[in-house]
């Protein structure tokens, strides 16, 4: 399964990357202006910033909600590193958006996605990755682990090629389940990443051996 950090902030994409194990990166409106990254030019230059720091997909968000702005403005961003990804809204007018860059060879992640049907959408439109927002759904009291494991099956009954973007991840258990059901993404904060190394046995074991060590060498 492939790690991707779900954060506009550079201090905590750095470290992800320095622990040798980030593949990719996603961003949306909302992570930038948590930042305090705003206006165009300044949105754009951060798109660049991450790039420069991960060497794999980077999901920059359009802003436009029809046709004709979300194909002017993904390629705008395309065009900005090699590295970028095109992430658009599952709407009618993202359906038709993703086609035409699909068509073009430009990779796209459809985003906001929350229900089965939408997923088969975005597959058929030729989406390289869709985003289920799993916390999101969990947060209203539905199971979106069980969204993931629909879309994995759907998926796989027509060998369709677009990767399962686990997103909306909240803490490590959902990276586990994810991985449990065959997401072939999951993207989340640093601090779910993190959690995945923590074990209580491991800090005492840990403990004791150089406990042990400096016993013997003192
Ligand atoms: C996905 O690409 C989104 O940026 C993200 O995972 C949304 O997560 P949230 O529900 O924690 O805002």
């Not at 906001?112 to 439109?125: D, P, T, Y």
Request: aromatic share 6%; charged share 20%; with cysteine.
């Amino acid at each position: 399964m492939k790690f991707f950090i779900d954060t506009a902030n550079l201090k905590e994409i750095q470290e992800a990357n320095d622990l040798g194990i980030l593949d990719g990166v996603t961003t949306n409106p909302s992570l930038m202006a948590k930042e305090g990254i705003t206006g165009k030019q300044n949105i754009l230059d951060h798109y660049v910033a991450i790039c420069n720091i991960v060497d794999g997909p980077v999901s920059a968000e359009v802003i436009s909600t029809d046709y004709a702005g979300m194909v002017l403005e993904g390629e705008h961003l395309a065009s900005l590193h090699k590295n970028i990804v095109v992430k658009i809204p599952m709407i009618p007018e993202g359906i038709k958006a993703i086609k035409y860059f699909s068509e073009k060879g430009i990779e796209t992640n459809c985003t906001l996605v929350f229900s089965a049907g939408q997923a088969l959408l975005a597959a058929k439109a030729g989406a390289t990755y869709i985003s289920p927002f799993l916390g999101r759904l969990d947060d209203i009291s539905t199971n979106g682990l069980d969204l993931i494991a629909q879309i994995r099956l759907i998926y796989d009954n027509y060998a369709f090629n677009t990767q399962i973007l686990a997103a909306s991840i909240r803490h490590p258990m959902h990276i586990i389940n994810c991985a449990e059901i065959g997401s072939d993404v999951m993207t989340g904060p640093l601090s779910a990443i993190k959690a995945l190394a923590k074990h209580p046995l491991t800090d005492l074991g840990l403990q004791q051996f150089l406990a042990d060590h400096a016993k013997g060498n003192s």
